[in-house]
């Protein structure tokens, strides 16, 4: 079968909503640039909680209106027209020259360098208004911010240091009950040109009647990149869909929860999860590729998100592989309510995540 013939035989993608892309200005890329600097001269660093903490009102206070009323709007709409992400085309001018070489993992990264991107997304998150936390399940918490580096040493892997097989789309931390409720994704460079990838819930006509067996606690969530399955994780299950039902929310992670190799959906799971992902995978969006200072906002629950293979380091102009900087991206993760997640978080730290799986804490001492 040649290209032209697999093209008649894939079904049509029927792409009901797409994510909304906005084109920053140069004036308001100014006022957030200005706004960063300035936070970063009373503040220093964007782990600061005492910025962190009145995050709203500084938003309100530097961000331009337009951004505000966006913000706003996505943050309480979560209607049939609502895909879930935002797209803020060139929403910070990013000096490649002090950014430097990519580093060769997160763990070495230089985290000084990405302070004022690190305001500029907090700002965005403090528009909606949600509050920048962070997550022991995710690099032990880490902090506020974490650089997403391509790792030769990972690349096979299905985490955010893979690069060379496909990152199937997933919500972020679909095995808590209090995973994120808005992500964000700073592009520093993406000189590889990957297209970012995202799935909408919103793009499946009549979710809510066609699949509603996922609806029901019979689903078996396993934790990320979690290969040997725990009993616990055996035990505990829950739902694909939740809140509207007509206009459900998702936690959602093709790779862990249909093709984990350690996990056994029972027979009548695992048959409405396929049946789910063959309607699923038509309707994943790759049609934008990000630049160097653009940002893809997130709602966590209408909306997932993954990336294709690529050859880290490496770009291809006109067929001619040429050698490029690894993609740098910075990954910042919010709740809307610090009071609702409370049984889950540090005693002495309000913003530190600690759920482990599905209601259970990590035992930490
Ligand atoms: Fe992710």
Known sequence: MNFTEILKETPKTQVKVLPTVIEITAQERKMIKDAAKHLQKKYGDYENRDCIKQIHQLASYFLPERILNIAADFSSDFSETQYGALIFRGLMDVDQESIGATPPNWQSADYSKFNLYGFACALIHGALPSKPVQYYSQRKGGGLIH????????????????????????????????????????????????PSTLYSIRSHESIGTKHKPLFDRIYKIPKDANLEISEDEENALDAVLYGNHQLPFMRFDAAEQLFNPGIRQTEEAHRYLTEFWEEARHLIYSGFTPQAGDVILVNNHLCAHGRSAFKAGVRNINGVENKCERRIMLRMM??????????????????????????KNFELL
């Open 334 to 359: 919010s709740k809307v309510s610090l009071i609702d997640m409370r049984a889950h978080t540090l005693t002495e730290d309000p913003f530190f995540v600690i759920e482990e799986h599905l209601g």
């Open 147 to 194: 650089a997403i580096i391509p790792d030769e040493k990972m690349k096979e892997t299905q985490t955010g240091s893979g690069s060379s097989t496909d990152l199937y789309v997933h919500t972020e931390d679909a095995f808590l009950k209090h995973q994120a409720d808005f992500l964000s994704f700073m592009y520093i460079r993406n000189e590889e040109q990957v």
